[in-house]
């Protein structure tokens, strides 16, 4: 049986807690809070309340056939809700967007009038190392993007260990 040396052993540890907790920096914002993606949201008064960064996501959560997501390429776009120009378009009601570099986005509902009548959020996302801030009644994480337990730790710890033995 092949040997694992104790570097290696440390190192693959190392790269696995490092995951782990770039994984649990990282908040879901639901968009609008409890009202969700709604008209009677108020979405500037939302992100100001928040801090979106890198490796963060957006949840869009509404009634899929009474409004949908698209993202606009631009302030311009944004400003004239000139959703003819989007670069992406959502409408399952529970749209979920990575926040997967810095800079500023654009996103409002597709269904006619909506954007007109306020129905369009612009985040700014950063850089940087400092958890993210959403406001609890605000966020939520799903089961299927939480950071790994520490069940499965242990389950490469266990897988690991026998090796480990025969590098000392």
Known sequence: M????????LLVLLLYVSWIT???LAAQHVVGGSQGWD?????NAWASGQTFKVGDQLVFKYTSGLH???????EKAYKNCNIGSALDSMNSGSDVVKLNKPG???FACGTLGHCNQGMKLKIKTVAGN???SPASSSS????ASA??????FVLVAAFLVPFSFHAF
């Open 2 to 9: 092949a040997t694992v040396s104790k570097n290696t052993l």
């Open 22 to 24: 770039e994984e649990a």
């Open 39 to 43: 008209e009677s949201t108020d979405f």
């Open 68 to 74: 949908s997501v698209v993202e606009l390429a631009n």
């Open 104 to 106: 500023t986005r654009y």
């Open 130 to 132: 400092a958890p993210s």
């Open 140 to 143: 939520s994480t799903s089961d």
């Open 147 to 152: 950071p790994p337990s520490f069940a499965s």
